[in-house]
């Protein structure tokens, strides 16, 4: 605060801060392709990033998750032909899905960090006493477990760009066997779910930027602006046309 000043003011905004932590944001990009390890990475920055994800919020500050690092080679390479075998199955179960398909990539990462979520913290959310409320609260509740994790797994991509490493964000891991053999390698409880996994590398080549609706679209100040209400077609051109550049391509590709 500016001495002087009784209260906060504009003049103690931190920009440089700001910038500084956009400049994170926006260098952290889902890259899919790492350079193979040239050595393995220090235990500190793994717990750098570990650490990053653990000052995430959470709801009710119940701090739902747990991190399991692969860092040995042998642990990489099991924890990856897991996700080799789970690409494998969606190809065949999900045609219509862009993926990337062989995630033989993922061997070459130098750890990756499985976010485990432990789904018995619902109970300290708002639970409903009263007949006939529970709907209102139970499947919020499961969506303020999930936001959660999502905070910390963030926080950690965000880390992990700010070393000048990269990752990419799988979801896959989520699905029921492919969870089950995550927990079965890597000795977790059955009880916790693995909600995000966070292979980590070397670029093999940086993507510089990627497709983002312009801000225009998404603010609405004040009150909802019917117009950026994304019409259906729209969306649908996006799933059937867009996607597979928006995933993995650069912004320069795409029409903004
Ligand atoms: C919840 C969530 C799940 C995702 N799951 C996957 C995934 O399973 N595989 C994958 O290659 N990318 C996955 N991604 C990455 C997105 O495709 C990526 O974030 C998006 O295309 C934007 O690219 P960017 O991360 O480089 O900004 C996921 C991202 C999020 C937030």
């Not at 393995?40 to 991190?67: D, K, M, Y």
């Not at 619902?122 to 905070?151: C, F, M, Q, R, T």
């Amino acid at each position: 605060m500016n001495a002087g000043e009784t209260g906060p003011s504009n003049a103690d905004l931190t920009a440089p801060r700001f910038d500084g932590l956009m400049d994170v944001i926006r260098l952290r990009r889902s890259v899919r392709s790492f350079e193979p390890p040239p050595e393995p990475l220090p235990a500190e920055v793994l717990r750098g990033i570990c650490e990053a994800g653990r000052w995430a919020p959470s709801g009710a500050n119940t701090q739902p998750w747990h991190f399991v690092v692969a860092a040995e080679r042998a642990d990489v390479l099991a924890v990856s032909d897991v996700f080799v075998r789970q690409a494998d199955r969606l190809v065949e179960h999900c045609r219509g899905f862009p993926h990337v398909h062989k995630k033989h990539w993922l061997h070459n990462s130098l750890a990756i960090v499985l976010l485990f979520c432990d789904p018995r913290w619902v109970d300290s959310y708002p639970v409903s006493d009263h007949e006939g409320w529970a709907d209102e609260y139970d499947a919020n509740n499961e969506k303020i477990l999930l936001a959660s994790v999502g905070a910390a797994a963030q926080n950690m991509h965000l880390a992990a760009a700010a070393y000048g490493l990269t990752t990419a964000w799988l979801s896959g891991g989520g699905e029921d066997s492919t969870a089950a053999e995550l927990r079965e390698l890597l000795g977790v409880p059955e009880l916790l779910v693995p909600i995000a996994t966070i292979p980590i590398g070397w670029p093999h080549r940086r993507a510089d930027s990627r497709y983002r609706h312009p801000l225009d679209e998404l603010i609405h100040w004040g009150r909802w602006d019917p117009e950026r209400t994304p019409a259906d077609d729209a969306v649908q051109t996006y799933v059937s046309g867009v996607r597979r550049q928006a995933m993995y391509r650069g912004s320069e590709t795409l029409e903004d």
